[in-house]
């Protein structure tokens, strides 16, 4: 099983991104609300616990939930597929070693040097936002190949279903 046609990984994970998101609406539809940083979400709960909230605060932070949960049911709907693949005995998504298909099947991240591969979702959450829940354009990246290959180096840069650098760390 092996996903990858060796030389040239990052335009076959192009690839794969194209024919997975084949017949889904591939036109932006940015979100209205600004996303939370984590340390913003932290002093929101805060003030919920102490009841200082304002409405519009309270709104922001419960909207940030719910699209946080959005994007995780992206991700976790990819780590479903790609189980799926294996037990069926298709290419999986990335060339994954005897561990990591282990892993996978066991509902666990496969790691890559015990770092844990993440999910990238390969059209923005903020500007795809109608996509953010589909496993389909979610793809497999190491810590490295995320923030370095799929954003450039800066977490606000993104290609829709392109890499900025091409980066393969296996």
Same mark, same amino acid.
């Given at each position: 099983?092996?996903?990858?046609?060796?030389?040239?990984?990052?335009?076959?994970?192009?690839?794969?991104?194209?024919?997975?998101?084949?017949?889904?609406?591939?036109?932006?539809?940015?979100?209205?609300?600004?996303?939370?940083?984590?340390?913003?979400?932290?002093?929101?709960?805060?003030?919920?616990?102490?009841?200082?909230? !304002?409405?519009?605060?309270?709104?922001?932070?419960?909207?940030?939930?719910?699209?946080?949960?959005?994007?995780?049911?992206?991700?976790?709907?990819?780590?479903?597929?790609?189980?799926?693949?294996?037990?069926?005995?298709?290419?999986? !998504?990335?060339?994954?070693?005897?561990?990591?298909?282990?892993?996978?099947?066991?509902?666990?991240?496969?790691?890559?040097?015990?770092? !844990?591969?993440?999910?990238?979702?390969?059209?923005?959450?903020?500007?795809?936002?109608?996509?953010?829940?589909?496993?389909?354009?979610?793809?497999?990246?190491?810590?490295?190949?995320?923030?370095?290959?799929?954003?450039?180096?800066?977490?606000?840069?993104?290609?829709?279903?392109?890499?900025?650098?091409?980066?393969?760390?296996?």
């Amino acid at each position: 099983m092996n996903g990858s046609v060796g030389i040239g990984e990052h335009k076959v994970a192009e690839k794969v991104i194209a024919e997975r998101t084949k017949g889904l609406d591939l036109r932006k539809h940015p979100i209205q609300r600004k996303q939370l940083s984590a340390k913003k979400m932290k002093e929101l709960k805060g003030k919920i616990e102490n009841r200082t909230i !304002t409405k519009i605060e309270y709104e922001n932070y419960n909207w940030n939930k719910k699209f946080a949960k959005h994007r995780n049911t992206g991700v976790n709907e990819f780590w479903y597929q790609e189980r799926q693949r294996i037990l069926n005995k298709e290419n999986p !998504t990335r060339n994954w070693d005897k561990q990591q298909l282990n892993d996978i099947l066991n509902g666990k991240k496969p790691k890559v040097d015990g770092k !844990t591969v993440q999910g990238h979702h390969s059209y923005s959450a903020s500007q795809y936002p109608h996509l953010a829940n589909k496993g389909e354009i979610i793809y497999p990246a190491t810590p490295n190949e995320h923030f370095n290959g799929w954003h450039g180096g800066n977490w606000k840069n993104s290609l829709p279903g392109e890499r900025i650098k091409p980066i393969d760390d296996f």
